[in-house]
């Protein structure tokens, strides 16, 4: 059977993984082996921009991929796709953030940031967000705020010190020894919390006063899915470097950091090769990258996602709900304690509605769907989450 040869030669990465076997996926929905298909309110984890299967995704990857693959490390060959995902994305970026490193994941991404922050300024000092979550690789791992998280592979890279989001008394903690502020724009796995107050703005000053450099890690709420194309554009804060991933390549795997054409020609020299991937650029990816941008920049996706999201907020009102927190498609239900959030994730599974866990924040459930759900679909999911919670007993207590 697969699922036991899944569980005996593959790696899990928790006890109960939801196991579902797929056979194939499309739009919105994913289709199990047995042929039913699940509404998917997770996108990948944002991934999916365009959902499952997009035709021009797709045919830009079929395309490229009869061309040629892998030719050669990246940042040696001239390749179209690469070449014109970075002039379209760069057209799109404000001025500073122009020049752009592609990468394999998110969190590839995050580590030439910071790398890139501390070879630019000559400082050393990371600072960090409690709660946050910015990847699982070293680097990564040393700017989480989370320490159940991070506890067991110490030690980690040093100077690294924590404030707290959206506490502005916090900011003087960022000095003229601070290389980079390392925020997400909004706070992903901590719930989804929105920046408040010009809190970005302030953050953006005080890194201009000290000399230190701002890092806006976009991974989750960029291509769109907040409203705008990326959420800094909602806060009157542009970054200094800008790193990208999940849903840039509607479900392929890829990362980016972006900067000044003058801070990365830093990674050139002293010492050469300063940062190096061998599969970063790949061309089919780029491809894909390409497809994925040009979809969500020339249709009405973008602005449609903020009615999106009324139409989610209108529909989830019930007494477990506490809270709907987010922008745009990218929404988390607060629900009164844990064993709600387990019962409504695991119930919709098996009633084929694709929901998920936050990671830091126990009593939220995961809203990201594609940008390219239909409000019929959304309608449907949401009449599936209510009437679930309508069947809620709690667990009787001895």
Avoid at 148 to 158: G, N
Wanted: charged content about 20%; some cysteine; aromatic content about 8%.
């Amino acid at each position: 059977m697969l699922k036991d040869d899944f569980f005996k030669y593959q790696t899990q990465t928790t006890p109960h993984p939801l196991g579902l076997e797929v056979s194939h996926a499309l739009g919105s929905y994913i289709y199990d082996i047995n042929g039913n298909k699940h509404l998917d309110f997770v996108a990948g984890v944002s991934a999916c921009s365009l959902g499952h299967c997009h035709p021009s995704v797709v045919a830009a990857v079929k395309e490229q991929a009869e061309k040629y693959m892998h030719v050669m490390v990246y940042g040696e060959y001239v390749q179209q796709p690469a070449v014109e995902y970075t002039k379209l994305l760069a057209s799109h970026l404000p001025k500073n953030l122009e020049t752009t490193y592609l990468v394999n994941s998110g969190t590839e991404a995050i580590e030439g940031a910071i790398k890139l922050a501390r070879r630019y300024t000559g400082r050393s000092q990371l600072i960090a967000a409690d709660n946050a979550y910015h990847g699982n690789t070293m680097g990564s791992l040393s700017i989480m705020g989370y320490e159940e998280r991070k506890s067991a592979f110490r030690p980690l890279i040093p100077d690294v010190a924590f404030i707290q989001f959206n506490k502005k008394e916090d900011l003087k903690k960022i000095t003229k020894k601070t290389a980079a502020v390392v925020l997400e724009t909004i706070q992903g796995g901590a719930g989804f919390i929105l920046p408040s107050d010009n809190y970005l703005e302030q953050v953006r000053n005080r890194c201009d006063e000290v000399g230190a450099l701002l890092i806006l890690d976009e991974i989750q709420p960029g291509f769109g899915r907040t409203g705008k194309l990326f959420a800094f554009e909602h806060y009157n804060c542009v970054p200094d470097i800008l790193v990208i991933g999940k849903g840039m390549a509607s479900g392929l795997p890829v990362g980016a950091f972006v900067a000044s054409k003058k801070m990365m020609d830093t990674l050139q020299t002293g010492p050469k090769l300063g940062h190096i991937t061998t599969f970063g650029g790949n061309p089919v990816i780029a491809a894909a990258s390409l497809a994925t941008l040009q979809e969500i920049t020339e249709k009405q996706l973008i602005p449609q996602t903020l009615q999106k999201e009324k139409l989610f907020r209108k529909l989830l009102v019930h007494p477990l709900i506490t809270e709907i927190r987010g922008k745009g498609l990218m929404l988390t239900l607060l629900l009164k304690n844990e064993e709600i959030v387990n019962h409504l994730v695991l119930a919709a599974a098996k009633k084929g509605l694709i929901l998920f866990w936050l990671l830091f924040e126990p009593k939220a459930v995961r809203i990201s769907p594609p940008l390219t759900i239909s409000e019929k679909e959304i309608t449907e999911g949401c009449h599936q989450i209510i009437d679930i919670l309508n069947d809620y007993k709690p667990t009787a207590v001895n």
